[in-house]
């Protein structure tokens, strides 16, 4: 099953939608400095969810490395493809 | 079920929560409880408790909560709390109602314990969940060490974490819940691992041991060792989220842990159902008895499907040993529903296990009504078991309070569906005895009975029975003339009779009719048998005798043999004549009159004629005391 960026985008804003109490638009500009809900707390069981929602493994402080949602979604992306970067 | 698909089921219940919500339905409520209940995955029970609080941020709230009482739960450990915090608070807030919820530091614990002036004493929590700190549960001697040091450092890390427990319940009163520890599911040491007591292996697993043996009723245990084996040991442990955050649980882990939680919390207040309500056909045995009768129907180890039966009533019966009551609701005529019972041989629930049985064509839900009342117990603390999706929404509609479990297709499975529905479990010995009813004593007693009777004899005497005979009676009318008609297999000629055919005999000097009742210490067993003599000259000809099931191998039919000699006297009769005419359902009784001392007057397959000589019969002995006027004089 291979995935658009675009894909990966709405699927996560039914992620945030689950998540988020109050409504969050995602864009690949958005960072969590944005989003008051968004705090280190939160971040873990976004990243649960999102890991269990495309049924990917994340590697050990890769998530911190992503600035934005767009990045974050690139993240998914290449652990969807099995890119080895 | 392809993924897609279960994507798409997933977003329509959800969108189904939502929609509920959205109108500010009372039923969001009932179904979040069920969709919590069946939730999985982390992202699900987030998914659920996301919603739960948009609802009570917009003052939506659960009509079962009561406001006024928030239930205070601190939670503090040797890991990263949150977020199990937040699926603890949703799972044991859609159970118990209001929940606040204070978090520890990380790892902070011990302090938080010992410092009397701390967060957690400001708190002043009902309960504590407590996951000690992973690392502290270690042998630090050596892998080779014997039995001997490795129990003193076993015995060491058991008792600081119940210390630690102690201090807090001193300090608080709260109820705590202890989480035990994790035990390694990888390969490392091989053969080492399963025969060094010093292995990491062996040493939790004995940590384990030693701290459930001796943790007092305040601890309960939420056994991490057990979930885990459930869940499987690879899927329960996740060392990226331990460097990354310091978690100790996988996600799925924290959803197991937190629905743990929230059935010991529920069970803390909750009490323990108290009778088990079952159907017969298809849900004890196999097949229909009222169709297929008692040689018909699969139960027992002649055949796989007999055998998982077999097994269901096993498991059912140990139930009776927590102190649980069984009683049967049945669409069947009684006297085909109680045979199996009394004589198929591989039945493992007898008559004396059932405390109420109702076989009969009302609904269910009116039977169980009834029981409750009988019993003197709330329906609440009911459960009522039956393979029939309609039987069971009868049940849900019309007595709410009774909890029901649908049995699914395969009765291989009805054993794990029992357990698995919690129903039965009990927090300890001491609560079960300081919640005895007057039922369990009444049960007890009953089993006591049964226990302790060596022989039938003294089983018989422990029963202090109590026989009452009466003339046929015109309040008794309804009853006799029900008995005629409907008793199969105890009855002698079958003759049918109208309920103003049986009110002619009580006119007609030459009939002499009568009843008898049975009470024992149990309880009444009411009018339970009938007999109809006619004279005929000197002879008094037994026209009818007919006596319910339920109280056979209990004396009566000897006492009523005595009755009918004592009014063949008062009649001036010098014999006794008995008859019996052969039905497809009255085998039981073929050798009635030659067990009593009768002699074989003719008789084939069909038909027997008895003579018995009133002069110089001894009364049989019993152990009914018996009231009768015919025997007074």
């Known amino acids: 099953m291979s995935m658009t960026r675009t894909e990966v985008l709405e699927r996560l804003q039914e992620i945030f939608d689950d998540i988020f109490l109050d409504e969050v638009v995602v864009t690949p500009e958005l960072s969590a400095k944005e989003v008051e809900e968004w705090d280190s707390l939160l971040h873990i069981s976004l990243v649960v969810s999102v890991e269990e929602a495309f049924d990917v493994k994340f590697r050990v402080g890769e998530v911190e490395g992503t600035g934005n949602v767009g990045e974050f979604a690139d993240l998914i992306l290449r652990r969807l493809n099995g890119t080895n970067a | ?633």
């Open chain 2, 1 to 633: 079920m392809t993924s897609t698909s279960f994507a798409k089921a997933t977003a329509d219940e959800k969108q189904e929560l939502r929609q509920l919500l959205k109108d500010r339905d009372d039923r969001f409520w009932d179904l979040l409880r069920t969709r919590t209940d069946e939730a999985a995955s982390f992202g699900e029970m987030i998914f659920l408790a996301g919603l739960r609080k948009k609802a009570a941020a917009s003052g939506f709230a659960d009509p079962r909560a009561n406001p006024e009482e928030s239930l205070k739960i601190a939670l503090i450990g040797g890991s990263t709390l949150f977020p199990l915090s937040d699926i603890i608070e949703h799972t044991v807030s859609v159970t118990s109602g209001v929940v606040s919820i204070h978090s520890g530091d990380f790892n902070n614990y011990r302090s938080e314990i010992d410092d009397p002036e701390s967060s957690l004493y400001d708190f002043a929590p009902d309960i504590v969940f407590v996951i000690p700190d992973d690392s502290t549960c270690r042998y630090t001697g050596r892998l080779i060490d014997g039995p001997e040091r490795v129990t003193e450092q076993i015995e060491s890390v058991a008792n600081h974490n119940l210390e630690l427990c102690r201090l807090m319940r001193d300090r608080t009163g709260a109820e705590i819940v202890l989480c035990n520890f994790l035990l390694p599911p990888l390969f490392d040491l091989g053969q080492f691992s399963t025969k060094a007591p010093a292995s990491e292996w062996n040493f939790r697993k004995a940590v384990n041991l030693s701290i459930a043996a001796s943790a007092p009723n305040y601890i309960h245990i939420c056994d991490l060792e057990f979930l885990t084996y459930r869940l499987g040991g690879l899927e329960a442990q996740d060392e990226r989220s331990w460097f990354e955050s310091k978690q100790l649980l996988s996600p799925d882990l924290q959803v197991a842990v937190a629905k743990e939680t929230a059935h010991i919390v529920g069970s803390l207040k909750k009490a323990a159902k108290k009778v088990l309500v079952m159907d017969l056909d298809n849900t004890i045995w196999g097949g229909i008895i009222g169709d297929e009768g008692v040689e018909g129907i699969e139960l027992g180890d002649t055949s796989p499907r007999g055998e998982a039966f077999k097994a269901f009533q096993t498991y059912i019966l140990s139930l009776t040993d927590r102190g649980l009551l069984l009683a049967v609701s049945s669409k069947n005529d009684h006297e085909n529903a109680i045979e199996p019972f009394q004589r198929h041989p591989e039945m493992v629930l007898r008559e004396e296990h059932i405390v109420s049985f109702k076989a009969n064509w009302e609904p269910k839900v009116q039977n169980i009504i009834e029981m409750a009342e009988e019993l003197s117990l709330g329906l609440d603390s009911f459960v009522f078991v039956d393979d029939n999706p309609a039987e069971i929404e009868i049940v849900n509609q019309f007595a709410p309070e009774v909890t029901t479990i649908l049995l699914g297709p395969d009765p291989a499975f009805y054993v794990r569906q029992l357990k698995e529905s919690r129903l039965f479990e009990r927090s300890s010995i001491t609560d079960e005895d300081a919640n005895k009813t007057e039922q369990y004593k009444r049960e007890s007693e009953r089993k006591k009975a049964l226990g302790s009777a060596v022989d039938m004899d003294s089983y018989l005497e422990s029963l202090e029975m109590k026989g009452v005979f009466r003339d046929f009676d015109r309040l008794d009318l309804p009853r006799i003339a029900q008995l005629i008609n409907k008793s199969n297999q105890f009855n002698l000629t079958t003759r049918r009779r109208t309920e103003s055919e049986v009110e002619m005999i009580i006119e007609d000097p030459d009939f002499t009719g009568f009843t008898m009742r049975l009470s024992d210490k149990f309880g009444d067993h009411g009018l339970i048998s009938v007999v109809i003599g006619k004279r005929d000259g000197d002879v008094l000809e037994i026209d009818t005798w007919l006596m319910s099931c339920r109280v056979l191998k209990r004396q009566v039919e000897e006492e009523v043999m005595n009755e009918i000699v004592a009014r063949a006297r008062l009649l001036q009769c010098t014999s006794v004549k008995g008859l019996y005419l052969a039905t497809a359902k009255n085998g039981m009784v073929k050798r009635h009159y030659q067990g009593l001392g009768f002699s074989t007057v003719r008789g084939n397959e069909e038909f027997g004629e008895y003579q018995l000589s009133v002069e110089g019969f001894e009364p049989r002995p019993t152990y009914i005391s018996v009231e009768s006027t015919a025997r007074r004089i």
